[in-house]
């Protein structure tokens, strides 16, 4: 009970709200936006030249998928030689075992085109 406030659902928790609450406060000494418009200013810039095309729609869906791998990757490694350095017993087998066919599963989801 004494290290109620080290679980990480708490900790996550008090953190958002005191960042929340650090944010809403800070945001009242925020400057006003300026209420003018220059000429140009959100024009693009292009040597001095004038840019009549349109605005570049980048397709970010490898990005993202190789995103996602990663993370899969990298936590199944952390959580994994984290229950490697438990004491062996066969409730920790059962889960090292079930995340790690929820890994393949994820990847096999992902990479199923």
Known sequence: MNNLLLLPPICFVIVMFTVWG??????????APAATHEAGK???????????????E????????????????DVAGLMIATLAAANFSAAVFAA??????????????????
């Open 22 to 31: 650090m944010a809403k406060l800070l945001s009242m000494l925020a400057m």
């Open 58 to 73: 980048p397709d970010y869906g490898a990005f993202f998928s190789f995103a996602v791998f990663f993370t899969i990757i």
């Open 96 to 113: 090292a075992l079930v995340y790690i066919i929820a890994v393949f599963a994820v990847l096999a989801i992902l990479y199923s085109k």
């Open 42 to 56: 959100e024009d693009a810039y292009a040597c001095g030249e004038v840019y009549e095309n349109k605005r570049i």
